[in-house]
Structures are given as structure tokens and as C-alpha cells.
């Protein structure tokens, strides 16, 4: 039950923080100045799982502002905010999306909301992941859009956000199974696009790739979990450019890269942390 309990807090900072960046986003405001204050609400409750993620438009995932980022937030702009805490390694994972100051993505939004409600309603003990992607793409699909294909679902497990099961948005034929005692994040993506992504550059979003004395600082202060090249600032200074340079040249770190709907289709995203229980699951980010 203590592990519980830890996924359980983490989820409800998570939830937290979330609300305070959608609350935030407005015209005019930047990427950066909302990324930098709902880290800050988590770094007081707990720690970081992953850099916010602030995806605008026809980028789907793994952007997160950089230290000198000017990006600004305009009027029509559809943005994605994915927020990650961590109590002693177990993760709460969620995501929204807004439109700022327009309403003419509503649907698009809407049918994300819908297809991560209509998971949830299936999701228990012994569910396959064949039945959880079906009926996420059933609801999409009844919006009149597409599911991104390739990003997908995933469980949870103590420091590791990605761990080893993909729970598709599609119906894809898995017969593996969800089992009481796991957390997962659901995650629909909808698109007015094709339906895939693509890599669209660097999104100043890093991991560690190869263990080396050279990364201690960057392995102890964030428990292997993924980065923001504006926080090696903390450790490096003005020579963080020179030193991330070196890292990646010798494959010490790599980057996510940012991922962009293949098209240039509008993109919204929703996300839940889900504990299993035998007869459902209960919703931790909720």
C-alpha cells in the first residue's frame, strides 16, 4: 500500500500543477515563464518526472521551452501541457489541452476528452489492450478524426515513465493484458491530420545514454529521468551550450526529439495515470 500511497500523491500533485499551467496559458504569455511555474509548484511537493511538455499546434509531444526561449503563446494556438511528479519514483503523468482565446478546435479537444473517458469505463483487471485501443480510436473515429498511430499508452513502474508496455490509441490487435496492481497513463492523441508523427527537430528535451563519471551530477540530481537542457543551467552555468555540445558528439546524452503530425494536422492530446484494480481502476490524476 505504500506504494500506492506514493503514486496516489504524485498523481494528485501532478493534477495540480497541471490546472495552474491551463489556468495560466494566455495570449502574450511565454512557453517558458508557464513551464518554469508549474515546475516550481512541483519541485515544492515533490520532484520532476520528466520536463513540462508544451506542444502547440501541429507538434504533438517532447517540446519543452529552452533557457533563452522567446516562444509566446497567440490567439488560436492549440497547445498540449503534459506534466509529470515524482514521490520517491512513482509517477503521476497527465495532459490537457487548450485553445487560447478561440474556439475553433473544441471538437478536436473534445473527442480527446471523450476517447480517454470511454478507456477509462473498460479499463480493469484482465482488460486487453486490443479492447482499450479500440475504443479509443471508435470514439475518435466517431468525431470524424484519426488517432496518432505511433504514439501510444504506457505503464508505469518505480523511476521508469516508459516501462515496457505501449497501449496503443488504435485497435492493434495485442492480446496482452492489463493486471490488478498497475499503473498505466492513457493518452489519446486526435488529429484532423493522417494520423502520424514525425521528427521535427530538437525539443530541448534529453536523456542519459550511456553511464559515465562524466553525467554523476546530471544521473543523481534527476534519478535518470529525462531533462531540460534549461535546467543543466543549475549545474554548468553560461558553458551548459559547451558541455550538452560534448555529450551528445560522444553519445553520452540524447535527445527526444520534438514530434510534429506528419501533415501539419491540428493535434490534441488528454492523459490519465490509472491505478488497476480487479472490477476497474481508479484515477489518480483526476
Sequence with gaps: MEEYEKYKEAGKIARDA?????????????????AEKIEAYILDRASLAFPVNISVNSTAAHYTPSMHDENVFKKGDVVKLDVGAHVD????????????????????????????????????????????????????????????????????????????ISIPNYCSKSKKRLKEGQTVAIEPF???????????????????????????QIKNRFNGFPFAERWLY??????????????????????????????GGMVAQAEHTLYITEDGCEVLTA
Design 18 to 34: 497541471l490546472h495552474i499551467g491551463m489556468k495560466n496559458i494566455k495570449e502574450g504569455r511565454g512557453y517558458k515563464e508557464i
Design 190 to 216: 486526435v488529429t484532423d491530420g493522417v494520423g502520424m508523427v514525425i521528427d521535427g527537430g530538437i525539443g530541448n528535451i534529453y536523456r542519459i545514454e550511456k553511464d559515465s563519471p562524466v553525467l554523476k
Design 89 to 164: 519514483g512513482y509517477i503521476g503523468d497527465t495532459a490537457k489541452t487548450v485553445e487560447v482565446g478561440t474556439k475553433n478546435y473544441s471538437r478536436l479537444i473534445e473527442a480527446a476528452e471523450k476517447a480517454l473517458e470511454e478507456a477509462i469505463k473498460i479499463i480493469r483487471d484482465g482488460v486487453r489492450i486490443e479492447e482499450i485501443g479500440k475504443k479509443i480510436e471508435d470514439k475518435i473515429k466517431e468525431y470524424g478524426y484519426n488517432p496518432i498511430r505511433n504514439l501510444h499508452g504506457h505503464s508505469l513502474e518505480r523511476y521508469k515513465l516508459h516501462a515496457g
Design 234 to 263: 543549475d549545474i554548468y552555468g553560461e558553458s551548459t551550450p559547451l558541455k550538452l555540445s560534448f555529450f551528445l558528439k560522444r553519445r553520452m546524452v540524447a535527445p527526444y526529439f520534438k514530434l510534429v503530425e506528419m501533415k
